[in-house]
């Protein structure tokens, strides 16, 4: 079920994530979204759902928000030119892969159990000063449990054991992530880049938020209208207001 995110949560929005890492913006977004759905009955769960799910929860959302267009804007890593294109919602929806399951990973009598990585576990990776150690938490977590030959649980994997670990997390998560294939038509180069859909909205978002001010700051002078009657006006009617208000 998509749910879009009437004004007064957008203003909600901008202003609990203001100074806040993106992966709590994202997490901000499909709370306020999610928080009127009856099957929604632990929003604080949200942070251990996979990634996959959280991004295919934020494009539904966010197409029911602004609707199936996504305008974006990428710079060519070879001459520096913007490109302006489109994407669509449905589109990546349609292309989407489901949450990978935990599978078990057997090297030298070691038996590894790896699970899709979750918003907390990029906060955690977040946290680290270095992008090596980033990396090393991410595999860190997505471990959910390892036994050695001996058949007991250990929290320490042994070196030659690591890299075969790391390889199929980065692989996983991988063919989890939003690729874009992308060309330059300044200089002709192709190049392929990550889309972050919790980043889009974000940025979608706050910028309709601050549009929402100025048109609650304008009707309000000139009408003496609440912010509560405001926001909860189509935005149909707000905007015929909002011309009234320029023309007299």
Same mark, same amino acid.
């Given at each position: 079920?998509?749910?879009?995110l009437?004004p007064l $949560? %957008?203003?909600e929005?901008r202003?609990?994530?203001?100074?806040?890492?993106?992966?709590?913006?994202?997490?901000? =977004?499909l709370? =306020?979204?999610?928080? +009127?759905?009856?099957?929604?009955?632990?929003?604080?769960?949200l942070?251990?759902?996979?990634?996959?799910?959280?991004?295919?929860?934020?494009?539904?959302?966010?197409?029911?928000?602004?609707?199936?267009?996504m305008? #974006?804007?990428?710079?060519c890593?070879?001459?520096?030119?913007?490109q302006?294109f /489109?994407?669509s $919602?449905?589109?990546? =929806?349609?292309?989407?892969?489901?949450?990978?399951?935990?599978?078990?990973?057997?090297t030298?009598?070691?038996?590894?159990?790896?699970r899709?990585?979750?918003?907390?576990?990029?906060?955690?990776?977040? %946290?680290?000063?270095t992008?090596?150690?980033?990396?090393a938490?991410?595999? +860190?977590?997505?471990?959910a449990?390892?036994?050695?030959?001996?058949?007991?649980?250990?929290?320490r994997? !042994?070196?030659?054991?690591w890299?075969?670990?790391?390889? %199929?997390?980065?692989e996983? /998560?991988a063919?989890?992530?939003?690729s874009?294939?992308?060309?330059?038509?300044? #200089?002709?180069?192709?190049?392929?880049?990550?889309?972050?859909?919790?980043?889009?909205?974000?940025?979608?978002?706050?910028?309709?938020?601050?549009?929402?001010?100025?048109?609650?700051a304008?009707? +309000?002078?000139?009408?003496g209208?609440?912010e509560?009657?405001l926001?909860?006006? !189509? $935005?149909?009617?707000?905007?015929?207001?909002?011309?009234l +208000?320029?023309?007299?």
């Amino acid at each position: 079920m998509e749910h879009a995110l009437p004004p007064l $949560a %957008r203003l909600e929005a901008r202003e609990q994530g203001a100074h806040l890492h993106p992966v709590d913006r994202a997490l901000i =977004l499909l709370r =306020l979204a999610e928080r +009127a759905m009856p099957e929604t009955s632990a929003t604080e769960a949200l942070p251990l759902l996979p990634l996959a799910e959280r991004d295919r929860r934020l494009l539904i959302h966010r197409r029911a928000t602004f609707g199936d267009r996504m305008p #974006c804007l990428a710079e060519c890593p070879s001459c520096g030119a913007t490109q302006e294109f /489109e994407l669509s $919602a449905a589109e990546i =929806l349609t292309g989407l892969d489901e949450p990978r399951p935990e599978e078990i990973l057997e090297t030298d009598g070691w038996l590894v159990r790896v699970r899709a990585l979750r918003s907390a576990d990029l906060a955690a990776a977040a %946290r680290e000063k270095t992008p090596e150690r980033a990396a090393a938490v991410l595999v +860190a977590q997505a471990i959910a449990e390892a036994r050695g030959p001996d058949g007991e649980t250990s929290n320490r994997l !042994p070196d030659h054991v690591w890299p075969l670990i790391e390889a %199929r997390v980065a692989e996983r /998560e991988a063919a989890a992530e939003i690729s874009l294939g992308l060309a330059c038509p300044a #200089c002709g180069a192709g190049w392929t880049a990550g889309f972050d859909i919790g980043a889009h909205f974000w940025t979608e978002v706050e910028a309709d938020a601050r549009r929402l001010l100025s048109e609650v700051a304008a009707l +309000a002078e000139r009408f003496g209208w609440s912010e509560e009657a405001l926001l909860t006006m !189509p $935005a149909s009617r707000r905007r015929a207001y909002l011309e009234l +208000a320029r023309v007299t």
